[in-house]
């Protein structure tokens, strides 16, 4: 299939001239693939644009969103130099792509799609969108160690927002995040000793991983798709 000069889809995805595409392109802004683009680099369908952080597609493609129950061991990034990448895993018969990441070594619910505003608006820590995990950790959780998760914990220079958390086993918890830092939970539960052994995010926002059999996907269902378009109205992209 035929390439497009990466400045000219810009312009007609109307996101700027291509002038100022080369500028950003120059400036280190735009990455295809999570590969940082050069001058003269060509794209087609297949790959994945975005401009400071922000996803782009053209306003003419049908809107699909599908949920994928990700097994360990699978990368979420769309770079073909990395071999268990997500896409490649799935070989869907259009060009999706992930919303967010959920770690190599963590398992469970991610969504894919092809329209850069969901991803967007979806992404934006500030538009509070929650997300449910189920953690099993290395050893008994005390009344302390929830409370102060609860609370908010210093990680990565920053203190993480207070979160909804309660206890379902002897070593396990539910714990609902409302930010996406780094490897946060994992990094959370090292601030109080405890090591994760398994993490499964189990919702997105309305969107429930349920029985959906690990490495499978589907699509999301009509009424779904509603409540979550409810959901993002407000959201900031």
């Known amino acids: 299939m035929e390439k497009t000069r990466l400045n000219k889809y810009l312009s007609e995805c109307g996101f700027c001239s291509r002038r100022k595409a080369d500028e950003l392109i120059e400036c280190g802004h735009v990455t295809v693939n999570d590969v940082k683009a050069v001058m003269g680099t060509k794209v087609g369908p297949e790959d994945v644009i975005t401009v400071k952080g922000k996803t782009i597609t053209k306003a003419d493609e049908a809107p699909i969103i599908i949920a994928f129950n990700k097994p360990v061991g699978i990368v979420c990034t769309t770079s073909k130099s990395e071999k268990d990448n ?70 990565l220079g920053t203190v993480t927002k207070p979160c909804k958390i309660c206890q379902t ?63 993002l109205v407000d959201s900031d992209n």
Do not use: W
């Not at 449910?132 to 210093?154: A, C, I, N, T, W």
């Not at 405890?194 to 029985?211: A, E, F, P, T, W």
């Open 86 to 155: 997500i896409v490649d895993y799935i070989n869907y018969h259009t060009r999706i792509y992930p919303i967010g990441r959920l770690d190599k070594y963590s398992e469970g619910l991610i969504l894919l799609t092809n329209n850069g505003e969901f991803v967007n608006k979806i992404m934006r820590s500030r538009n509070q969108h929650e997300k449910e995990y189920l953690v099993s950790v290395d050893r008994q959780l005390s009344p302390e160690f929830l409370d102060k998760m609860s609370k908010g914990v210093r990680i």
């Open 169 to 231: 086993g002897a070593k396990e918890f539910k714990i609902i995040l409302t930010q996406g830092l780094n490897r946060q939970i994992r990094r959370m539960c090292a601030e109080f000793d405890y090591r994760v052994v398994s993490l499964k995010r189990i919702r997105i926002m309305n969107i429930h991983l349920g029985d959906l059999p690990l490495g499978e996907i589907r699509k999301i269902d009509e009424k779904e798709l509603q409540e979550l378009e409810s959901m």
